[in-house]
T-cell receptor, first 111, second 115 residues
Framework: LAKTTQPISMDSYEGQEVNITCSHN???????ITWYQQFPSQGPRFIIQ???TKVTNEVASLFIPADRKSSTLSLPRVSLSDTAVYYC????????????FGQGTELSVKP | EPEVTQTPSHQVTQMGQEVILRCVPI?????FYWYRQILGQKVEFLVS????????KSEIFDDQFSVERPDGSNFTLKIRSTKLEDSAMYFC?????????????FGPGTRLTVL
């Protein structure tokens, strides 16, 4: 299974763009990159997923370079309600469905 | 929007007692999961379930744990004889399809406190 490394914590201010980078040097060819968000005392929530290049949805963008050894979750103009833990997960069909969570990045958005 | 529900939201029990945590997955989903999160630690996979049988389980999911889909809607996690170290948030999740690249929808969790 591909190991992921991401910063333990990040601070930001309302209205700023936040970029959280995740390293996954041993990503396999059939692995996807998925980001989940978790608010305190709640279950994780899917944010975005990609395989290569760039993916954008109404919540975030995901940038994946050609070598796929890292990925960057971009949150545009964060608000206080974006304060949460963000998890980068790497896996594919051969993982059998289970999600392997790391420690995640604790994002704190200040006014 | 359909969602996964879990009951109870908080369960307090004495060490050695049996507990059953209940989940109602999203109705058209076929794959079900249990995860746990000890306070301050990461989310850990316990078990996956499909077609009325366990697909995969982690080392944490020992003989004290069992899962069941007793009817067409509920999915339960039973801990036969709780230990202090079972205190955690337990999350149920479901997905339409298998594979970690398929979005899993998590419930709000049950906080289990073992005294």
């Amino acid at each position: 299974l591909a190991k992921t490394t991401q910063p333990i914590s990040m601070d930001s201010y309302e209205g700023q763009e936040v970029n959280i980078t995740c390293s996954h040097n041993n990503i396999a060819t059939n692995d996807y990159i998925t980001w989940y968000q978790q608010f305190p005392s709640q279950g994780p929530r899917f944010i975005i997923q990609g395989y290569k290049t760039k993916v954008t949805n109404e919540v975030a963008s995901l940038f994946i370079p050609a070598d796929r050894k890292s990925s960057t979750l971009s949150l545009p103009r964060v608000s206080l309600s974006d304060t949460a833990v963000y998890y980068c997960l790497v896996g594919g069909a051969n993982q059998g469905g289970k999600l392997i969570f790391g420690q995640g990045t604790e994002l704190s958005v200040k006014p | 929007e359909p969602e996964v529900t879990q009951t109870p939201s908080h369960q307090v029990t004495q060490m050695g007692q049996e507990v059953i945590l209940r989940c109602v997955p999203i109705s058209n989903h076929l794959y079900f999961y249990w995860y746990r999160q000890i306070l301050g630690q990461k989310v850990e996979f316990l078990v996956s379930f499909y077609n009325n049988e366990i697909s995969e389980k982690s080392e944490i999911f020992d003989d004290q744990f069992s899962v069941e889909r007793p009817d067409g809607s509920n999915f339960t996690l039973k801990i036969r004889s709780t230990k202090l170290e079972d205190s955690a948030m337990y999350f149920c999740a479901s997905s339409e399809d298998r594979g970690s690249y398929n979005e899993q929808f998590f419930g709000p969790g049950t906080r289990l406190t073992v005294l």
